[in-house]
């Protein structure tokens, strides 16, 4: 999940629903300026969250951890060449 955000999904959301919100107020400055502002929150808690749910190593739907670095075969990176000559 390197190199994603979910901040611009928050912010594209909440200036979508703060649009709404302002048209049917009549004040569409404010709407979209709360719906920015609430879309950075919102965005910036599911980086928090899925950053969180990457460094424990568990996907969050049984516990159980990753198992990648535990050894095993893998494919050949325990620095030979391979070759035989």
């Known amino acids: 999940m390197e190199g994603r955000s979910f901040t611009g999904i928050g912010v594209a959301l909440g200036v979508a629903i703060g649009a709404g919100l302002g ?3 009549d004040n569409l400055a404010i709407g979209v300026g709360l719906g920015v502002a609430i879309g ?18 568990s996907d ?4 159980a ?3 990648h ?5 893998d494919g ?4 030979g060449d391979g070759g035989g000559d």
């Open 23 to 25: 048209v049917a107020t």
């Open 40 to 57: 950075v929150a919102i965005g910036l808690s599911l980086d928090a969250a899925s950053r969180r749910r990457g460094r424990d190593g």
């Open 60 to 63: 969050g739907a049984d516990g």
């Open 65 to 67: 951890g990753s198992t």
């Open 69 to 73: 670095g535990q050894g095993g075969d």
């Open 76 to 79: 050949g990176s325990d620095g």
